[in-house]
Nanobody, 123 residues
């Protein structure tokens, strides 16, 4: 299984980015996809997750409507739209995949991880 994340960059506060994660080696439509992030010196934290048919979504408490997770099963790709970015959103963002159906806001639920894409928000 490979997860290839992309789309990060350096932006100013208030800007937006769309992160992508291309998966291979798994049955994508049966897989829950998630995003986590890790800021310098901090623990990796849950951002969002989406089940295979896009009917169930989960978001971290801090998201508060600013981020949107989506997926395009025909392309085996999950997206994370980051809106109204703040300096505290600066982190490496990781995509993850799991066949599990519980504890999806926790790192231990995910079997596969991508390499991460860096987001820097600064004026």
């Amino acid at each position: 299984v490979q997860l290839q994340a992309s789309g990060g960059g350096a932006v100013q506060p208030g800007a937006f980015l769309r992160l992508s994660c291309k998966a291979s080696g798994l049955t994508f439509s049966d897989t829950v996809m998630g995003w986590f992030r890790q800021a310098p010196g901090k623990e990796r934290e849950f951002v969002a997750a989406l089940n295979g048919n896009s009917r169930l979504t989960y978001y971290g408490d801090f998201v508060k409507g600013r981020f949107v997770i989506s997926r395009y099963n025909a392309r085996s790709t999950v997206y994370l739209q980051l809106n109204s970015l703040k300096p505290e959103d600066t982190a490496v963002y990781y995509c993850a995949a799991t066949s599990q159906r519980s504890e999806l806001t926790t790192r231990r639920a995910y079997e596969y991880w991508g390499q991460g894409t860096e987001v820097t928000v600064s004026s």
